[in-house]
């Protein structure tokens, strides 16, 4: 009896190892079991797109070189070449903050967020997209319906946080308010400003504190939409371009009659003549002392840029450009009527051709003028035309193939005019 008491377990223990034998196989190369492969972390798109940003965004900031914009479908690309236009030295397309700006879209409840060109719509952005330290960037959020208020902020590359200041300004609960902002870019002093309910302008400090803004009367007209606007010290100024020096006058574009002819001339606005709304412009903004040009006979200028602070840079009625001598003395305030004078051309910097200019732009040293010529963008070619040695345009070569589409320089047309009046 006890054999057949102790026999079970004998008999379970020697299946239980022969099954065992059996599963696990013989040999030490049996009993080594290969490790799983350590998983490979997928890139975080957010990281990677601030990363990316910070990399080149102040690289092309930084080039001494023309930069040239381009535009497609999925957004714009800023490419900043060297002096001849051969080589491209940075790049950056608006397509890296893809996947921030998606992010900043959705967590604002908006449809759209947007970053504007560096080189704006037509080659000069007015107020900055980016901080001038590069550190910033100024965005705005559409909304499904264009009824809907647009939000402003900026994207704090460091840290990856935008700062919707709309959103702050919002006062929610038993008494609601909501503000609709837009046109949202940086001063020359990293201050960031915006225009409020299509009718007055903000700033704002590092910390997001408000300040009302006057927008001056010089180049002012009472149609604000897709409104362009620079700073000059402490106001914003619709000038695209011709702002003096001096800080003090702009050169605006107008027809000027002298005696039976109307011609395309300069109107030399104070741009101290402030308000603080757009509704609270005058029906009869102040006059300007108007300025054309005699050369034999009158001659077009379209004002362009101050090459210093008596030359004006004009282009001509035949796509050719040109330097007219202006005293910044004519500009007054205390012009009463209609008044005009004449100036005369100091130097001929492009002659007359039947080409069609696609784009100008100064060089970023303000010594030489960049123009493209041609029917169209791929067959065009690149120009330089000196500014203080006036001689026949050189040709640069074509404008590069990766820039083409919807192709315009970064036009450099105007300098930061500091606070004090005074060019950095």
Same mark, same amino acid.
């Given at each position: 009896?006890?054999?057949?008491?102790?026999?079970?377990?004998?008999?379970?223990?020697?299946?239980?190892?022969?099954?065992?034998?059996?599963?696990?196989?013989?040999?030490?190369?049996?009993?080594?079991? =290969?490790?799983?492969?350590?998983?490979?972390?997928? +890139?975080?798109?957010?990281?990677?797109?601030?990363?990316?940003? $910070?990399?080149?965004? +102040?690289?092309?900031?930084?080039?001494?070189?023309?930069?040239?914009?381009?535009? /497609?479908?999925?957004?714009?690309?800023?490419?900043?070449?060297?002096?001849?236009?051969?080589? $491209?030295?940075?790049?950056?397309?608006?397509?890296?903050?893809? =996947?921030?700006?998606?992010?900043?879209?959705?967590?604002?409840?908006?449809?759209?967020?947007?970053?504007?060109?560096?080189?704006?719509?037509?080659?000069?952005?007015?107020?900055?997209?980016?901080?001038?330290?590069?550190? #910033?960037?100024?965005?705005?959020?559409?909304?499904?319906?264009?009824?809907?208020?647009?939000?402003?902020?900026?994207?704090?590359?460091?840290?990856?946080?935008?700062?919707?200041?709309?959103?702050?300004?919002?006062?929610?609960?038993?008494?609601?308010?909501?503000?609709?902002?837009?046109?949202?870019?940086? $001063?020359?002093?990293?201050?960031?400003?915006?225009?409020?309910?299509?009718?007055?302008?903000?700033?704002?400090?590092?910390?997001?504190?408000?300040?009302?803004?006057?927008?001056?009367?010089?180049?002012?007209?009472?149609?604000?939409?897709?409104?362009?606007?620079?700073?000059?010290?402490?106001?914003?100024?619709?000038?695209?371009? @011709?702002?003096? &020096?001096?800080?003090?006058?702009?050169?605006?574009?107008?027809?000027?009659?002298?005696?039976?002819?109307?011609?395309?001339?300069?109107?030399?606005?104070?741009?101290?003549?402030?308000?603080?709304?757009?509704?609270?412009?005058?029906?009869?903004?102040?006059?300007?002392?108007?300025?054309?040009? #005699?050369?034999?006979?009158?001659?077009?200028?379209? +004002?362009?840029?101050?090459?210093? *602070?008596?030359?004006?840079?004009?282009?001509?009625?035949?796509?050719?450009?040109?330097? $007219?001598?202006?005293? &910044?003395?004519?500009?007054?305030? %205390?012009?009463?009527?209609?008044?005009?004078?004449?100036?005369?051309?100091?130097?001929?910097?492009? &002659?007359? @051709?039947?080409?069609?200019?696609?784009?100008?732009?100064?060089?970023? %040293?303000?010594?030489?003028?960049?123009?493209?010529?041609?029917?169209?963008?791929?067959?065009?070619?690149?120009?330089? *035309?000196?500014?203080?040695?006036?001689? *026949?345009?050189?040709?640069?070569?074509?404008?590069?193939?990766?820039?083409?589409?919807?192709?315009?320089?970064? /036009?450099?047309?105007?300098?930061?005019?500091?606070?004090?009046?005074?060019?950095?």
């Amino acid at each position: 009896m006890s054999s057949r008491r102790g026999g079970w377990p004998a008999v379970a223990v020697a299946l239980l190892l022969a099954a065992t034998g059996c599963s696990a196989g013989s040999g030490p190369a049996a009993l080594a079991q =290969p490790s799983p492969r350590a998983s490979i972390p997928a +890139p975080d798109p957010r990281k990677t797109a601030l990363a990316e940003t $910070a990399k080149s965004l +102040p690289a092309v900031l930084a080039a001494q070189g023309p930069v040239a914009c381009s535009w /497609n479908d999925d957004g714009w690309r800023a490419t900043a070449y060297d002096d001849a236009f051969r080589t $491209a030295v940075a790049s950056f397309s608006s397509v890296t903050l893809a =996947p921030l700006l998606t992010e900043i879209a959705a967590k604002a409840g908006g449809e759209e967020a947007v970053v504007r060109s560096l080189c704006g719509e037509e080659g000069d952005p007015g107020v900055s997209p980016v901080s001038p330290d590069g550190r #910033r960037i100024a965005v705005q959020v559409d909304f499904p319906s264009s009824g809907d208020p647009t939000h402003v902020g900026w994207l704090d590359l460091g840290t990856g946080t935008f700062v919707d200041l709309t959103d702050r300004s919002n006062k929610k609960g038993y008494v609601k308010e909501t503000f609709s902002d837009k046109y949202p870019g940086f $001063a020359p002093d990293g201050s960031f400003w915006f225009l409020r309910d299509s009718q007055q302008y903000f700033s704002a400090d590092p910390n997001g504190r408000l300040t009302p803004r006057k927008v001056s009367l010089a180049c002012f007209t009472n149609s604000n939409d897709d409104t362009f606007y620079r700073v000059v010290g402490s106001v914003a100024v619709m000038c695209p371009g @011709t702002v003096h &020096p001096s800080g003090r006058f702009a050169a605006d574009p107008s027809r000027v009659a002298v005696g039976m002819n109307l011609m395309q001339g300069a109107e030399l606005d104070i741009l101290a003549n402030t308000v603080d709304r757009y509704e609270d412009a005058p029906l009869q903004l102040p006059f300007g002392m108007e300025i054309v040009v #005699r050369d034999g006979g009158l001659r077009h200028c379209d +004002p362009l840029a101050w090459i210093n *602070a008596t030359d004006l840079l004009c282009a001509g009625g035949s796509n050719d450009f040109y330097t $007219a001598r202006i005293n &910044p003395r004519l500009a007054r305030n %205390d012009v009463e009527y209609v008044q005009h004078t004449e100036v005369k051309v100091k130097n001929e910097i492009a &002659p007359a @051709t039947e080409s069609s200019i696609i784009s100008v732009a100064l060089s970023r %040293d303000r010594r030489s003028l960049i123009i493209a010529a041609g029917e169209n963008n791929d067959s065009a070619k690149l120009y330089r *035309a000196g500014l203080s040695s006036p001689s *026949a345009p050189e040709e640069i070569g074509p404008i590069p193939a990766e820039s083409r589409e919807h192709f315009t320089l970064l /036009n450099n047309y105007q300098p930061p005019v500091r606070a004090d009046g005074t060019s950095p």
